[in-house]
């Protein structure tokens, strides 16, 4: 393939496929947390860190790191404190993220404009290499924290009380999800952008739930739909000159109905086999399947 003689595209091609793993990995729980727009408020939030980076002549992606950190830390205590006036305040972080950003943008020197552009839609040629070096220092974290403290994560993103009366440190792991969700964001951003980054934290973790039952398949083949998704993206970025972060939403979203499409007959398959071995009598039409709960949730 030409395009791997070429340093911007072995850095673009680095960069998506740590961002297809490392989005999914983090969705699932932001999708067992009912939070799947998380990653779009902090895409906001991060949009300030980018302004500032110009601004200051700082490096924007790790300035977008720690203002989005901070915002991802204010949504949670929003989250707990704010009770029924949380979702206004919200709005404002978002909204006031998006704001600064383009302010900040304003205020710096000329041609930040069309730099921003390509933080808020994805670029491949504009990955340096220092980018690529935050990407992978960034990424690694988040697979530490996803893999490591998956069962702890996981029984916190199904039900806090029980969680909590087990013993597990609940509000920390709550803050450290919501980090580690700031993280993939400026991880997802130079690929995919700021404004569609939410979208591959959620779609491929959708589309993996029509086809699993458990989580731990639902976290791999999820990952799997996500570095496909962004490979594809990418190569065809290169070879068709269409937006990167673009193309790889829709080939998300094509996933996603793909999985559907193959999941109907399935199911159908299933059910009867399920009513085939089940006693006369028995009321299978009761039973919920092994591994999901009544309300979408996949089991462990």
């Not at 996803?146 to 916190?156: I, K, N, S, Y």
């Not at 399920?274 to 009598?281: D, S």
Request: glycine share 10%; with cysteine.
């Amino acid at each position: 393939m030409d395009l791997l003689n070429y340093a911007f595209m072995q850095r673009a091609l680095l960069a998506a496929v740590l961002v297809g793993i490392t989005a999914p990995a983090v969705g699932i729980y932001l999708v067992q947390r009912r939070q799947a727009l998380m990653g779009d408020g902090i895409g906001h939030v991060a949009m300030t860190g980018v302004g500032l980076g110009f601004l200051l002549n700082a490096s924007p992606v790790w300035m977008a790191t720690l203002v989005s950190v901070l915002g991802a830390v204010l949504m949670e205590l929003i989250r707990w404190y704010g009770r029924t006036r949380g979702d206004i305040a919200l709005a404002m972080l978002f909204y006031g993220g998006m704001a600064g950003g383009v302010m900040f943008i304003n205020l710096a020197p000329t041609g930040s404009n069309a730099n921003l552009t390509s933080y808020l839609f994805g670029s491949l040629s504009t990955v340096s290499e220092s980018d690529v070096t935050a990407i992978c220092l960034l990424a690694a974290f988040v697979v530490l924290v996803t893999l490591g403290l998956r069962r702890q994560l996981f029984a916190v993103s199904q039900d806090e009380e029980f969680a909590r009366v087990t013993g597990l440190p609940v509000r920390a792991l709550n803050l450290l999800t919501a980090i580690t969700a700031a993280v993939t964001v400026t991880v997802a951003m130079r690929v995919v952008g700021l404004l569609l980054v939410s979208a591959l934290m959620v779609v491929p973790v959708a589309a993996a739930q029509q086809l699993t039952r458990s989580f731990v398949a639902t976290f791999a083949v999820a990952v799997a739909i996500g570095v496909t998704v962004t490979i594809g993206g990418t190569v065809t970025s290169y070879y068709q000159d269409v937006p990167p972060g673009a193309t790889i939403v829709l080939l998300t979203i094509a996933a996603f109905l793909a999985m559907t499409a193959l999941a109907a007959p399935l199911a159908r398959r299933r059910a009867r086999a399920l009513a085939a071995a089940q006693p006369a009598g028995d009321p299978a039409e009761c039973m919920i399947p092994a591994g999901r709960e009544p309300d979408g949730k996949v089991g462990v």
